[in-house]
Structures are given as structure tokens and as C-alpha cells.
């Protein structure tokens, strides 16, 4: 792939610089921490009267489509009839709970022979998180050397603290919402492997790829269907048509090779009339609203929404449970301004310049957050892209030691940001949206390195 060389300093040869001692015993410490942190997770979530985070309902839902019972029905508590408001659905398409089918858990009262122990469950998906995180973080450092020009691609080699550094460092940031999604069991991991496949062979080039890796992301979540609009701006049409095939695969294929044609079109069916539907205020389906479209409800919630209207509403006990039409179409046009000044950033002209391409994905995740109508705090993970593409452009660029403080502040800044609104003495953080506010921020920074990239290209390009 060609590549505009943005910074003419980066064309000197450095020389590569190994890991120390220290360094390769921190890294020996880290992993330790992460197998670990593996023993907390199982006893939280399958060793105390209640499980705890959100694994319960996957496998739950996982043995349903096995017994051909209704998937968006069934909730995590052991109860014969679903009571309305009580127990946490299923919320997502199929093909989640189909991968997950060999984990699955029945409930009490139903026959465990042949089901997998549900701790035995609770580790693998643990470690197959740990592998969902590897493989994010190396394929795109990997496809960033790759389009690197060669002197910055000699000093990245395995040993070296840039080979590390670049897939350590953006988790380090990240840690606590990354841990957080660990501890809940939840899908986030494997969803930014997705993002990040997806986001890596569009930087190689490999476009069709790259809208194909997306669908998987979208199939699991959703919401991720707002990065069409990366492909779309770039007037990518075989990344479209990758992503058109991939969702052809992911909800239609899949699902009716194991569960049959009939029993997919029912499923898909009740996603949209139990899920879809009520999101969009269209729907008279009202299981979720302690879940999912009641807006006071999520305690955690961190959307654009959700923060404007408890910041209008500080006192929890008077506090509406649903925002206003007002603040609903404020933040909804608040969030396009933001997606549009990300856009402007990037400019309408076809570029193909690594750097600026993951950090315009990655703007278009955070506003993708800010715009959703729930944004947990662990989904601050699928900012790590946009981290990446922060490290990178630094290290491309040489920065000055302003600079170079500057953006270790931003990074120590947004990790303190993420810790802040977890604990309980600090609850107030968590309701006003802090982690929102982390997101913001490094959303400013990149449309900031955004322009000045490309302002750059642009005077290289006339002196050329």
C-alpha cells in the first residue's frame, strides 16, 4: 500500500531498542496478573449465591435455542415464567448466542447430561477473552508496522519496546474497562477482535475483508452498524459489499445451519419485536425497560443521552425516568455535530494514510458511544483502536516533550477517568458520566492529530 510519509524525520534509521530486564519482568507480571485475575472472575461468577455479571444469560440463552425454546423470553433468574422486570434478557442476534452453544446452561429443573459444568464454562470464556484481546491488539499493531515506512518497521521487531509497547500500552490505558468486561464475562472482547480485524485489513488494502470482519462485529452488538459510515464516506464499495456478505453469513447462514431455516426466521422475528423494535420507540414489547429503554434505569449508563439527562435531573429521587423529547433530539443532534466534525476532519478526498485512517475509525467509535442510547462503562473497550492509533502517531511523529507530556496526561488522565466512577464512595462520577467525558477527550485529540496529518499531506504534496 503507498503511504504518504507525513514527518521527512521519520525517514532517519533508528535503532532498535530491546526491552530491558525490568521491562521483560513487568510484562512477566502482567500476564501472571491476567491468569490471576482468572480465579476471581470464577469465584464471582459461579462459586457465590448469586452469579454475577452477564455470562449467566448468554448460556442460558445458548441452551434455549438448543431446546428450541424462545431465546428473548428466558431470563437469568431461576424462575419457571419470566416475571416483567425482573432477570436480565437476551439483547443481541443469534449468532452470539449459536457460538456459544457448546458452553451452554440449562436452568436447575432441567437435565444437565450432556451440558458443559458451568465453572468449566465460566474459564474458558475467560481465556478465550484473553485471546480475543491478544489477537486484537497484535493484528492491528501488526497491520500499523506493516504500512510503516521501513526504518520505522526495522526499530518495531519482536524484543523491541515499540513491538511491545504498542499492544501493551493501549491496554494498560484501557485496563479497567477491559478488566471490567473480563469480570462480567461480557461480549465486548470479541467484538473489538472484530473491529480490529476489520479495522487492519483496511489498512492493508484488503477492503472486501475489512467490511466482511465488521458484520461479525455488528452481529453481535448491533450498534456497531454505525461504523458503516466509515466505509460509506470513503465511498468503499466492496468494503460495503464485504459487510453485506458477512451479515448474510453471520444471521442467515450460521443460524440456519445449526437451528434450521424456520427456527432462525422465528428468532430473528422476535429480536425485533422484543429488542429492535422498543429501542427505537416503535414497539409495544416492554421486557427490556428495566434493561435497556428506560433511561434512568441503567445506573451506569454513560451515552450522551443518559449524562444529559441526569446532569438536568442531579437528585436520583425526583429524577424522570425518561428523558425529554428536548433533551432527546438535543443529544441526538449534539452527537451528529460530533460525527460530522470527525468526518470534516478526515476531508472528502479518497486517503489512504494508515495513521489517519485508524484514528478516524476510532473517532466514529467514540461518537458511535456518545450516540447510543445504553453505553456501559466497560464499553469504553472499544476505544482501544483509537488509543492505538494515538501511540502510533506518536512514535511516527517524534514529538517534542510537550508533546510527548501532553499526551502521557491524556492517557493517565483517561485511565484515572475510567477507575473513578467503579467505586461507590465516588457514585456521583458515574451518574454525571466521567467515562463519557474520558471519551470526549481522546475523540478531541483525534480529530485534532486528524487535521494536523492531514494539513501536513497537504504541504507535502505541494512541495512535492
Not at 477482535?193 to 470482519?213: K, Y
Not at 429480536?271 to 421486557?287: K, Q, T, Y
Amino acid at each position: 500500500m503507498s503511504q504518504v510519509v507525513v514527518d521527512s524525520a521519520a525517514a532517519d534509521s533508528p535503532t532498535p531498542d530491546r526491552l530491558s530486564a525490568w521491562q521483560r519482568w513487568g510484562l512477566a507480571a502482567f500476564f501472571t496478573l491476567l491468569v490471576a485475575f482468572a480465579a476471581l472472575v470464577e469465584f464471582r461468577s459461579a462459586f457465590l449465591s448469586k452469579r454475577m455479571g452477564d455470562l449467566d444469560i448468554f448460556l442460558r440463552a445458548a441452551w434455549a435455542l438448543r431446546a428450541g425454546v424462545d431465546v428473548y423470553s428466558v431470563t437469568d433468574l431461576d424462575l419457571p415464567v419470566p416475571v416483567p422486570g425482573q432477570g436480565d434478557h437476551y439483547n443481541y442476534p443469534p449468532f452470539l448466542a449459536v457460538l456459544l452453544m457448546p458452553l451452554a446452561d440449562p436452568p436447575p429443573d432441567v437435565d444437565h447430561t450432556g451440558f458443559m459444568p458451568y465453572a468449566v464454562s465460566v474459564a474458558v470464556w475467560y481465556f478465550l477473552n484473553l485471546a480475543f484481546v491478544a489477537f486484537a491488539v497484535h493484528c492491528l499493531a501488526s497491520a500499523i508496522a506493516e504500512t510503516a515506512s521501513s526504518s520505522e518497521h526495522s526499530a518495531s521487531g519482536l524484543g523491541t519496546r515499540r513491538w511491545w509497547g504498542l499492544r501493551i500500552l493501549p491496554v494498560l490505558v484501557l485496563l479497567v474497562p477491559v478488566g471490567h468486561s473480563l469480570m462480567r464475562g461480557q461480549s465486548n472482547l470479541l467484538v473489538l477482535a472484530f473491529l480490529c480485524a476489520s479495522l487492519a485489513a483496511t489498512i492493508r488494502g484488503q477492503r472486501f475483508r475489512g467490511g466482511f470482519w465488521l458484520a461479525g462485529a455488528i452481529s453481535i452488538k448491533m450498534f456497531p452498524a454505525f461504523l458503516g459510515l466509515y466505509f460509506l464516506w470513503r465511498r468503499d464499495v466492496r468494503a460495503l459489499a464485504g459487510c453485506a456478505a458477512g451479515l448474510l453469513v453471520t444471521l442467515l447462514v450460521i443460524p440456519s445451519a445449526v437451528l434450521g431455516p424456520a427456527q432462525t426466521f422465528e428468532t430473528c422475528e422476535r429480536l425485533a419485536e422484543a429488542v429492535i423494535f422498543p429501542g427505537l420507540g416503535i414497539g409495544s414489547d416492554e421486557s427490556r425497560a428495566h434493561e435497556l429503554t428506560t433511561v434512568a434505569a441503567v445506573s451506569d449508563n454513560q451515552s450522551l443521552l443518559a449524562v444529559t439527562h441526569k446532569t438536568l435531573h442531579p437528585v436520583e429521587a425526583t429524577r424522570p425516568t425518561q428523558a425529554s423529547l428536548a433533551v432527546r433530539w438535543g443529544t441526538v443532534a449534539a452527537g451528529l455535530l460530533l460525527t460530522m466534525a470527525s468526518l470534516a476532519a478526515f476531508g472528502w478526498h479518497s486517503r489512504e494514510e494508515p495513521i489517519s485512517l485508524i484514528l478516524l475509525f476510532g473517532a466514529l467509535t467514540a461518537n458511535m458511544l456518545l450516540l447510543s442510547p445504553v453505553c456501559h462503562l466497560h464499553y469504553s473497550t472499544f476505544t482501544l483502536p483509537l488509543v492505538m492509533g494515538l501511540f502510533a502517531a506518536l512514535w511516527q511523529a517524534r514529538p517534542s516533550p510537550s508533546q510527548l507530556f501532553g499526551l502521557t496526561a491524556l492517557f493517565v488522565v483517561v485511565a484515572t477517568g475510567h477507575v473513578l466512577p467503579l467505586l461507590p464512595a465516588l457514585k456521583v462520577t458515574r451518574d454525571f458520566g466521567l467515562a463519557a467525558y474520558m471519551t470526549a477527550a481522546l475523540w478531541l485529540v483525534a480529530v485534532a492529530v486528524i487535521w494536523r496529518r492531514r494539513a501536513m499531506e497537504a504541504a507535502v504534496g505541494m512541495q512535492g
